[in-house]
């Protein structure tokens, strides 16, 4: 970004924003109570999931919330009732791990830390292999949020520093609990500074420290496990060995979204004689151990592959038996039940591949009874065991890299592999694929000549054609199964696998996953307390609840309906961090995506029970004590049918706290980023139907997801520098400055772009409309009054009624970037517009009206200055309770008749630009043109003939076709066969595209055989305007009926034609005698037949300080030849001169150069000089 060269102007409007903040905070605008009696609730309840309270608010978070902030600002124009609280989240373990981890760094390193030199620690690269194709039944998130998070400082102490802490404040941040009280208050001082409608008195945080909180959520969880939501027991989980606890989205650095990956392990047993790295095994049962995706394949085994340079080793599992593989699948077979002990692999030996290679194997269900493992060198590490079984009927990796051995007798010598273990061994027919036969990998490896295994690029297109195919489509061959669909088949024969000892389940993630303690996950077979999102009942009651949920967009509505589709249990316990204890067994905490599913409804009583501090440790405004809130009160407040407890709380405060919540709920939109939808977002609406499974009345009715923020058409990074805090935004461009460029990052589900450019240009857009209101305030005598009757006041009433109606339709749509675009951009453009086209000067009314209209409409967005503007406009109650403006009557017409106004002068300075570029001639014969005078311009009632019958011919297609025309070959054949038309077959087809382009803009009326509205009025009317701005003496407009037969050729309804001359003239100077008042002597032509007034408007286009023509006084010597070489005398600047009056017109003699009027049949010599004053 280049330097600003001063910060005047954003300094101006954050001193408005600090007066107008504190003003609100004065008058509690944003505090919203339940009304009182009656059931009619005109209430907007809008809420934005709670940041996580480990750094300050940056802005990402802003532009979320800046969604339900401008939603907020339109809804209260509009006369609802609205309340938007703000929550702060600590759950989880990410603060306990920073805390934990620094306590860590000064044990190790002291304090202030003495950290290591870089080059002592080794860095692992993290090597991004390509994706695998993976048939499941899921649509997940993967995009990890933690990238760059810690702005590539490798210490907690270098990251707290990047913080702009010092080392005595950094200290304090060893103990967990000092992150809950340094952090929140720094979100709301940052969010007050932008002016965001939240009522802060139901602010909190989460966690056992905030007592009221930690009562709602055990509430909440005894009520889902007495619902029987909550179930104990061993489930696979993304697990930490490092934190010893499941590893839940929140607490990953990398791999959000990412879950376990189920594969079948494929035992293929050792045949004696064993290698000799393994003879001192001899007796054991040893099995090579295949983790595969597709059990179904295995009839087809020809052999098993393994990478000659990879490590692997034996280890001994829980019954006795020896498994082959990586150590990094071994880690995770760990976890799951296949050693003795949990975590633990009781190696017995580390190998190579080389040293396995050509040893016997036997495989389950393979029509072979021997095969033997062979060298594949693109075996990877990161994914399976290392160990891979061999298709090649239905893999082409597999096919490619057996032919390869088949035909390289080199390479077959190389890893000592004998003939007799490669060559016998064919291509089994297992399944049947429509298009790709019983040998489906071998025949698309012929197709694509595929010569290698080091075919990479092709071997992947070869993977994509084959394995969704076959999965989809694919038909079994083999006995028992014989005619069954492949998906159909696969888990039947994985069970028989596995209820036979020949294979067992095996899980692993999706992809890597590092927890926030820089530790690689595992997946784990732990005991777990968990949210069974996957029973039936439950997940048809959130599937009720999307259909009737407003999306906004089918995007997120899709993403939703994919995640309902495969989630399955979430582990909802934990045993490290900071959160709620489970009521009913204590050495569990409750884990943050779980509780923070309804917290929306704590909102609506918040304020009543905390005492306005952030950790509910003050006195309730009820009186209310912690442990007074019990199961029954809760269900009291928030089940309407519920009884009214015995409790120690007097009856009319529960009766305000179950009337808060009541009017309140439900929330009628959540914003939120569109990587909630997976987890948090879906588990919202799991939660409220599980709380409220009979009153759907209270389920959510809205949710509105966005992408992500780039800020400059970059990622966020602090490592790269690209990275912004909402505070620092705020200093930088000013609250409103910010707002305006995040209102115009985007509206979709795709990513949004907030361009540092966009906010400065912002700003200046903002300072410049306040001064321009104070300027029309200031001037307000000078505007026109009397009737707002001319053409130009009644396009600008209707634009503004126009621009208010479609701002509205965007903000309701919540599309802030479009309703940004209606409500200033097109809507301050129309004004400039109204000011360049009015003449004869714009109108009181229709300007202040406008200041009106334009405050209301910018005032969600730009709340600050939109107040200010209000105040300057001697409104007596603030902005923030006023209402939407009402629009009044759109004329379409006469907007389209204003728009044709402007497309006709932009024809007409393009044509005398035309007319005056200098004549493609001879070299050094190129002057320009002289600058016409005058121009004729042909309007056009009807088309010409042979356009018309085109027009005739397509309206008879559009309504046959119901708004639809044929293509152009058939447009052209029928046009072609008639004779009237043929001299114009070169003109015709092109006509017909700019119809069908103009059809696609404006609708219908394209085809209209003539305009709706008068063209010939609308010029003349606006005469002045276009005589003035292309510096014309006159524009006469004529219809083209009048005209030769060329003019008539080349003008049509909506397209006028002009022709541009230049008329003789006679030079005389125009003096103004006035003293000292910056009027200078000019020199102009006068023509034939010119008058007082073209004269003066003449004059006007070289003295451009002159504005209006009435204060022009215009005056002739009475002695033509003296008169002008006496010197003036001043205070009597008319002596010796005499008006020349309306009715006088000018004559020139060219021959003689001489200039004379006539008024009232007397014909008078004017010399050469002519005088002006300025009154």
């Given at each position: ?57 940056h ?82 998130g993967k ?22 802490l ?60 007495e ?87 034996a ?8 498994f ?23 190696s017995?030996?580390e190998?190579?591949g ?40 239905d ?11 088949k ?54 297109e ?14 079994m061959?083999v ?136 950790n ?37 405060s ?31 609406l ?15 009715v ?40 995040l ?193 004729t ?38 046009l ?96 103004n ?21 073209s ?29 002008p ?51």
């Open positions: 970004m280049t330097e600003r060269k001063g910060t005047a102007k954003v300094d101006f409007i954050k001193k408005i924003e600090k007066e107008v903040q504190q003003k609100w905070d004065e008058e509690k605008v944003f505090e919203a109570d339940a009304a009182s009696g009656g059931e009619s609730k005109n209430k907007y309840f809008v809420t934005f999931p709670y940041p996580y309270m480990n750094g300050r608010l802005l990402g978070h802003t532009f979320s919330l800046s969604k339900c902030e401008f939603a907020v600002g339109y809804q209260r124009l509009k006369g609802k009732h609205c309340l938007f609280p703000f929550g702060l989240h600590c759950t989880g373990m990410p603060i306990k791990a920073c805390a934990d981890k620094l306590k860590r760094e000064l044990e190790l390193y002291g304090c202030p830390p003495q950290f290591p030199d870089e080059e002592e620690e080794e860095e692992t690269p993290v090597k991004k292999e390509a994706e695998e194709i993976v048939i499941k039944d899921k649509a997940k995009k990890s949020k933690a990238a760059a998070k810690s702005g590539g400082a490798k210490f907690q102490w270098d990251i707290m520093r990047s913080l702009g010092s080392d005595e404040e950094i200290v304090q941040f060893a103990e967990a609990e000092y992150w809950l009280g340094y952090f929140p208050p720094l979100a709301v001082q940052d969010m007050k500074s932008m002016g965001v409608k939240v009522d802060w008195r139901r602010s909190f945080i989460t966690t056992d420290v905030n007592p009221f909180y930690d009562s709602f959520v055990r509430w909440q969880f005894e009520s889902l496990k619902r029987k939501k909550i179930k104990f027991g061993k489930r696979y989980t993304i697990y930490s060995p490092k934190d010893g606890q499941p590893c839940m989205d929140h607490d990953r650095q990398t791999g959000e979204g990412v879950g376990p990956q189920e594969y079948t392990l494929i035992k293929m047993k050792m045949v004696e004689p064993f290698p000799s790295k393994l003879s001192g095994l001899k007796g054991r049962a040893i099995f090579l151990v295949a983790a595969t995706l597709r059990p179904e394949t295995m009839f087809g085994q020809t052999n098993c592959w393994v990478r000659p340079d990879m490590k692997y080793i280890f001994e599992t829980a019954n006795g038996d020896i082959i593989s990586t150590r990094r699948s071994a880690r995770n077979m760990s976890y799951q039940g296949f050693t003795k002990e949990n975590g633990v692999v009781p017995v030996m190998l190579f080389e040293d396995i290679l050509g040893c016997a194997l036997s495989a389950p269900l393979t029509s072979y009874k021997i095969i033997y493992a062979l060298p594949m060198l693109t075996i990877k590490e990161d994914k399976g065991t290392g160990v891979v079984t061999s298709v090649p009927s893999a082409p990796d597999d096919i490619a890299a057996l032919r390869d051995l035909k390289k007798q080199a390479l077959r010598e190389k890893y000592g592999i004998k003939d007799e273990m490669v060559l016998p061994f064919e291509p089994v027919p297992i399944i049947e694929i429509p298009g790709y036969g019983n040998l489906s990998a071998p025949q698309v490896c012929d197709e694509l000549k595929i010569q290698s295994q080091n075919d990479r690029e092709k071997l992947a070869a993977k994509e054609m084959v394995y969704l195919k076959g999965f989809y489509e694919g038909i061959l006995d028992g199964y014989k005619g069954q669909k492949v998906q159909d088949v696969k888990k039947p024969i994985q069970k028989k696998m596995v209820d036979n000892g020949e294979a067992l389940i095996y899980m692993e993630p999706e992809k890597q996953v590092m927890s926030r303690s820089a530790d690689e996950c595992v997946v784990a077979l732990c005991d777990q307390w968990y949210l069974d999102y996957g029973d039936k009942n439950w997940k048809e009651a959130a599937s009720n609840s999307l259909k009737s949920l407003e999306t906004f967009c089918d995007e997120t509505r899709k993403n939703f309906e994919a995640t309902l589709a495969w989630l399955q249990e979430h582990a909802c316990s934990r045993t490290y961090g900071l959160g709620t204890r489970l009521p009913w067994d204590e050495q569990w905490l409750i884990e943050s995506l779980s509780d923070s599913t309804i917290y929306m409804a704590y909102y609506t009583v918040a304020h009543l029970l905390q005492g306005g501090v952030l509910g440790q003050a006195p309730s405004p009820l009186g209310i004590k912690p442990e007074q809130m019990t199961k029954e009160v809760w269900n009291y407040i928030f089940f309407k049918n519920s009884p009214m407890p015995t409790s120690t709380i007097p009856k009319q529960l009766q305000k706290l179950r009337q808060e919540f009541e009017y309140w709920y439900p929330v009628d939109v959540r914003v939120s980023g569109k990587d909630l939808v997976p987890n948090h977002l879906s588990y919202y799991y939660n409220h139907v599980a709380m409220w499974p009979e009153d759907s009345g209270k389920w959510p809205a949710v509105r997801a966005n992408g992500h923020l780039l800020l400059n058409s970059e990622k966020m990074s602090k490592s790269t520098g690209n990275f912004l805090t909402l505070s620092e935004a705020v200093n930088k461009f000013s609250a409103d400055g910010m707002r305006l460029a209102a115009d990052a985007g509206d979709t589900v795709e990513d949004a772009n907030f361009v540092e450019a966009m906010a400065d240009a912002g700003i200046l857009r903002l300072y410049t409309w306040v001064e321009w209101v104070k300027e029309m305030i200031a001037n307000q005598d000078s505007l026109r009054s009397g009737p707002a009757n001319t053409f130009n006041d009644r396009v600008f009433a209707s634009e503004m009624n126009a621009g208010i109606i479609k701002t509205d339709q965007h903000y309701e749509k919540m599309m802030f970037k479009e309703a940004l675009k209606a409500g200033f951009f097109e809507f301050q453009a129309a004004k400039d517009k109204y000011r360049e086209l009015a003449i004869e000067g714009m109108h009181k009314d229709l300007v202040f009206q406008f200041i009106e209209n334009q405050t209301l409409l910018l005032a969600p967005i730009c709340p600050h200055l939109c107040e200010y503007t209000w105040s300057l406009l001697g409104k007596t109650g603030s902005l923030m309770k006023a209402s939407w403006p009402v629009s009044g009557p759109v004329d379409e017409i006469l907007i389209r008749s204003s728009q044709y106004l402007m497309e006709t002068a932009h024809d007409l300075r393009l044509r005398l630009k035309g007319y005056m570029a200098p004549a493609k001639g001879k070299k050094g014969d190129n002057k320009p043109q002289q600058k016409p005078s005058h121009c311009t042909y309007v056009a009632k009807n088309y010409p003939p042979w356009q018309h019958t085109t027009l005739t011919l397509l309206r008879k297609h559009y309504k046959a076709n119901n708004g639809q025309l044929p293509e152009n070959k058939v447009i052209a054949s029928e072609g066969a008639l004779p009237e038309l043929k001299k114009y077959m070169k003109r015709l087809m092109p006509f017909v595209a700019m119809i069908k382009e103009n059809l696609e803009k404006n609708g219908a009326r394209v085809l209209d055989l003539e305009l709706e509205f008068d063209e010939r009025a609308v010029l003349l009317e606006n005469i002045v305007y276009l005589t003035n701005s292309l510096e014309l003496d006159q524009i006469d407009v004529i219809f083209a009926s009048e005209a030769d037969d060329k003019v008539k050729e080349e003008c049509c309804p909506g397209k006028p034609y002009s022709v541009f001359r230049s008329e003789p003239g006679v030079s005389v100077f125009l003096v005698p006035q003293p000292a008042n910056g009027y200078f002597s000019s020199k102009i032509d006068v023509r034939q037949g010119d008058t007082k007034d004269i003066i408007r003449r004059l006007m286009k070289v003295e451009r300080a002159i504005k209006d023509l009435q204060r022009v006084k215009l005056m002739r010597y009475e002695d033509p030849v003296l008169g070489r006496r010197v003036p005398v001043l205070g009597k600047e008319e002596q010796g001169k005499k008006d020349i009056s309306e009715k006088s017109t000018f004559h020139i003699d060219l021959n003689a150069k001489k200039v004379h009027i006539a008024d009232n049949g007397l014909k008078v010599d004017i010399g050469d000089t002519l005088v002006y004053l300025v009154q």
